[in-house]
């Protein structure tokens, strides 16, 4: 398909998301914890579908340390990483829905995956009680500082004078990280070669050793990093420039018209929980996410706080799946 086709195509789906998209919820908060007064009573398990170290696990920290210090009750992290948060997901998925149990998972594991792999184990909606979303997270085009690249469009030139040689590091197959360097590929022409790895805390410990050439990586996988020199940053994947890199620009400006990826984090219960549980999670976790120096940390890594209702969540979910199914089907991304 030409440049031009995808890039309407994906105008067209974008759209979508842009027809709901969702305020900052944290001043409604959710309604109803009647039959939730003795919860929790005994030990939680947040399992996080990626490795220690990235996003999802660095913001299940700073939310279980929370809930445990306003509960009383332990918040043990459980990381289970594999096929793009497939099977952390599906581990969640199948566990008793007693409200002890929570997910960690992410526009991959709940957006894209059920697109680009043949069998999935679960239905992101159907197997889950969405609770909340919990941040927007651009993704960086950061490469190797060896690269002699300054912007954009020093890169595309590069790029397109090495077809096939330079490499981009992705958390996994299927990931927003993959197809954030296929959709580039598709736009401007490029041929660049993916390189999955099985978490985005792995692909930057081989691009800052100069392993690979460059990624397409979460913020907060990749701004420490940028703000230590040890990786050069040439562009953001959304449409509006990250708080923690301010002079870096959208790569939609900065040579790539049409080019947007937003990323996001959520957390979920296996389907059949209590609502009141749900909604009494939903409460306490909006209100963690509303402290300043929560929301601070989270901006800080290159991330920003964005929750919603659960029902808020769910019809976030439902434009998401249609947006990515209509991507995946014009890029040709598969994964099996």
């Known amino acids: 398909m030409k440049s031009s086709q995808l890039a309407r195509a994906y105008a067209g789906v974008c759209a979508l998301a842009v027809g709901i998209a969702l305020p900052d919820a944290q001043a409604q908060p959710a309604q109803g914890v009647a039959g939730a007064t003795n919860y929790p009573s005994k030990t939680l398990r947040y399992v996080v579908a990626f490795p220690a170290g990235g996003t999802t696990d660095l913001l299940a920290r700073m939310i279980g340390q929370k809930l445990t210090e306003a509960w009383g009750q332990q918040v043990v992290v459980d990381n289970r990483a594999g096929a793009a948060g497939t099977v952390g997901s599906d581990v969640a998925a199948k566990s008793p829905p007693d409200g002890y149990t929570m997910l960690g998972a992410t526009i991959s594991s709940h957006a894209i995956n059920t697109h680009v792999y043949s069998k999935m184990p679960y ?3 159907k197997d889950f009680a969405p609770v909340t979303r919990l941040a927007t997270v651009p993704n960086v085009l950061v490469v190797h500082p060896s690269l002699p690249v300054q912007n954009v469009k020093d890169f595309i030139a590069l790029a397109r004078a090495r077809p096939n040689q330079l490499r981009f590091a992705s958390a996994g197959a299927g990931t927003s990280q993959h197809l954030s360097g296929e959709l580039f590929n598709m736009l401007t022409g490029v041929k660049m070669t993916h390189i999955p790895y099985k978490g985005g805390n792995f692909a930057m410990t081989d691009l800052i050793g100069g392993q690979i050439e460059l990624a397409f ?116 991304a598969r994964v099996d």
């Open 123 to 125: 239905h992101p909606l």
């Open 217 to 332: 990586e979460n913020g907060p996988n990749c701004v420490p990093h940028v703000l230590a020199k040890r990786l050069k940053a040439l562009g953001v994947t959304t449409t509006t420039r990250a708080r923690a890199l301010p002079d870096v620009p959208p790569i939609a400006e900065a040579g790539v018209p049409g080019f947007e990826v937003g990323s996001w984090q959520g957390l979920f219960f296996p389907a059949g929980v209590n609502p009141a549980i749900v909604n009494k999670l939903n409460t306490e976790v909006r209100r963690i996410l509303a402290l300043e120096d929560i929301r601070s940390r989270v901006s800080g890594m290159g991330a920003e706080v964005a929750t919603t209702t659960p029902e808020q969540f769910v019809e976030f979910i439902r434009a998401e799946l249609a947006k990515w199914e209509k991507v995946v089907k014009v890029s040709g």
